[in-house]
């Protein structure tokens, strides 16, 4: 936790010192002393004040143990659950959001090793066409129809 | 407090049927997000503002106020059942709950915990509906001095939810105000840090930031973590306990109730505190204190009625202040923003059509969760055991549905998605999500009060010492502050002791 400690204390005295010296441009605008400048200014003050704070902590050796630690294999499984979900977002826009989904949820249901095969698809549509149901006829929020002119 | 607006708010909450329906749905839909380990109150209500959009905002609210109630009782069962607290207020139970059901009695365990809920959610919904109005009263004397010193009185409770470390708490709540700042300045006009997106304008939209925050972190973690953790089944029996056991922790209950009740109207408490407390108080005056951890039922009565009680509680002050008691109440508070209510005393002025029903709506939830408690217990349980192949896409979906809903953005999306990313992290690093949350609510609180403050006393920062009502507030806060942050390290001190001791002897 040391070296994350220090990364993270430099970081955010890097970015207090960024928005101190962006906001500092809101102050022309404004006819007030206490214009759009005021509050983010003292932010950053304190935001910097906590980074330095970090960082002399950590190189005291006042760290926190950490109790839990990312899982190598778990976390790529996460970045390619988050590319599936891009590719769905720009899949929903094509074919629409019930068959859309239905095919995200079934993907993503077989990457993380959902065994039998009607298990997985008769939930996947089950639960795209009830949320489908309730947007689109209970309340009336339109979803993405994509190509298809009967907004499925 | 006006009987007349109560007796007619009644009439209008119980004679529409479709008002029954969405409680019974709200209750529900909390119990099984509650019940399920991993998804918390606060996670299924984020999950499920997008749901209340097209309602009228007291049927939306209604909904939500199940989803709390429900959302807390529902953590009980898990923690009765498989020793996994669905939510952290139900940490407490299972010190009697999973030893009653390891001696063949969870049935029975989770039957007391639903009376138990009901009687401390009925206490905590009536001390609600009578102490509102007054408090609200006070609240309608107040000026930007007063707003700003609630504020920082709101912001104090940082120290409660900050996690293991406070320093990394304050960084979380910095990150949320300087998130608040970003969009069109509320008293200038001028746009701040849009760096020219039109999605910007307006400022990072809550609901997104929430379901980032609460919902696509937990998802995250949960495909991390899938093949690791342990699959545990449950089994329910018979549910109802009997007459005789109920009124041998009656006393019990009562008094936890009430506890609850005035540790949740505390900012900064929260039901999870609330039960902890009950149960030791009720161990403490117990005539049989050793019996307590070796599943009785006394024992899960307590903090059930302590953290039910707690849910009237925390809407106290979110209702008439506009200060979150909670991180749950934080959350209802944005959900009564985004139906065109703003919580605090001018609610309790300008719109009596929505709070006398809020009230009347929030003591019959409780015989709602009565009822779907005692009969759908088994149900629920049998929930557990769904498959988590399953049930994190479909949770997974329901964030990306719940962050595109609110504006039909796929900017939404993609900002939730990077601020789910951001939270994962967070975690890993002691950073607690709660204060981002607590910071976007009562940041364009803090910020637009300090500097009309600011104005009014053309730049004398002594405005806030000098008004007798900001200067107690700022008093208590501080006294707040310094005390829970004693009681936290020493809580921690323990914690460490006992590490320590267990390693010595292994």
């Not at chain 2, 200038?188 to 997106?197: A, E, H, L, M, W």
């Not at chain 2, 408490?269 to 009720?282: H, K, N, P, Q, S």
């Amino acid at each position: 936790m040391k070296r994350a400690d220090i990364g993270v204390g430099i970081g955010l005295i890097i970015l207090a010192t960024w928005v101190f010296w962006y906001s500092s441009a809101y102050r022309e605008k404004e006819i007030y002393v206490y214009g759009p400048n005021f509050f983010p200014q003292i932010l950053s003050i304190l935001m910097g004040v906590c980074g330095l704070i970090l960082i002399v902590r950590a190189v005291k050796g006042k760290v926190l143990p950490k109790t839990d630690r990312i899982d190598i294999q778990g976390f790529f499984r996460m970045v390619i659950a988050i590319g599936i979900c891009i590719g769905y977002l720009y899949l929903m826009q094509v074919i629409g959001f019930a068959m859309g989904t239905s095919v995200f949820l079934f993907v993503l249901m077989t990457f993380l090793g959902q065994q039998g095969l009607i298990k997985r698809v008769m939930s996947s549509i089950a639960a795209s066409l009830i949320v489908w149901a309730i947007f689109r006829y209970f309340l009336v929020i339109p979803l993405p129809t994509g190509l298809f002119d009967f907004t499925f | 407090m006006d009987f007349g607006l109560l007796s007619h708010a009644f009439g209008t909450v119980m004679l529409n049927p479709l008002n029954f329906f969405f409680v019974f749905i709200g209750i529900t839909a909390g119990i099984i997000v509650g019940a399920l380990p991993g998804l918390t109150a606060t996670m299924g209500c984020a999950l499920l503002i997008p749901f209340t959009f097209g309602l009228a905002p007291v049927q939306g609210l209604l909904m939500l106020m199940g989803i709390f109630c429900g959302g807390i009782y529902g953590g009980s069962i898990s923690g009765i059942l498989i020793r996994t607290p669905g939510t952290p207020s139900a940490a407490a139970t299972l010190l009697d709950g999973y030893p009653l059901s390891q001696k063949g009695m969870g049935g029975k365990a989770i039957g007391m915990s639903t009376v138990a809920s009901f009687c401390g959610g009925i206490t905590g919904a009536i001390i609600m509906t009578f102490l509102s109005p007054q408090i609200a009263k006070i609240g309608l004397r107040f000026g930007p001095p007063e707003f700003f010193a609630l504020a920082i009185f709101g912001l104090g409770m940082i120290i409660t939810i900050s996690g293991r470390s406070l320093l990394k708490g304050i960084i979380s709540a910095l990150f949320g105000l300087l998130i608040t700042t970003i969009g069109f300045d509320p008293l200038s006009g001028v746009p701040r840090f849009t760096f020219g997106s039109q999605d910007l304008l307006g400022g990072v939209t809550f609901i997104p930031a929430l379901i980032g925050l609460f919902g696509y972190a937990q998802v995250f973690r949960n495909i991390e973590k899938i093949l690791i953790l342990p699959v545990v089944k449950s089994k329910v029996e018979n549910i109802l306990p009997r007459l005789k056991e109920i009124r041998a922790s009656l006393k019990t209950i009562i008094k936890s109730a009430l506890m609850g009740t005035f540790i949740g109207s505390i900012p900064g408490t929260g039901c999870d505190i609330a039960a902890f407390v009950a149960y030791g108080e009720a161990k403490r005056s117990s005539k049989h204190p050793e019996r307590f951890g070796t599943g009785i039922l006394e024992g899960v009565a307590a903090p059930e009625a302590g953290n039910n009680g707690a849910t009237g509680g925390a809407m106290i002050p979110m209702l008439t202040l506009g200060v979150p008691g909670d991180a749950v109440t934080a959350v209802l508070l944005g959900a009564l923003t985004i139906h065109g209510l703003q919580p605090g005393p001018l609610l309790f002025r300008d719109h009596l059509d929505v709070i006398y029903p809020i009230f009347a709506g929030m003591i019959m939830a409780q015989f709602i969760l009565l009822a779907v408690g005692l009969s759908g217990a088994r149900i629920f349980a049998r929930m557990i055991n769904v498959d988590r192949k399953i049930l994190t896409p479909i949770i997974f979906f329901l964030c990306v549905v719940g962050s595109y809903a609110m504006r039909f953005s796929f900017f939404d999306v993609g900002l939730s998605l990077i601020i789910g990313v951001i939270a994962y992290f967070m975690e890993y690093y002691g950073y607690s999500a709660s204060p981002i949350l607590l910071a976007l609510i009562l940041g364009p609180m803090a910020e637009q009060n300090l500097r009309r403050s600011l104005i009014i006393s053309h730049g004398d920062p002594l405005i806030f010492l000098t008004r007798p009502i900001c200067a107690a507030f700022l008093i208590i806060a501080i006294f707040v502050m310094i005390t829970s942050y004693y009681r936290i390290k020493k809580a921690m001190d323990r914690e460490a002791q006992a590490i320590a001791e267990k390693e010595e002897i292994d």
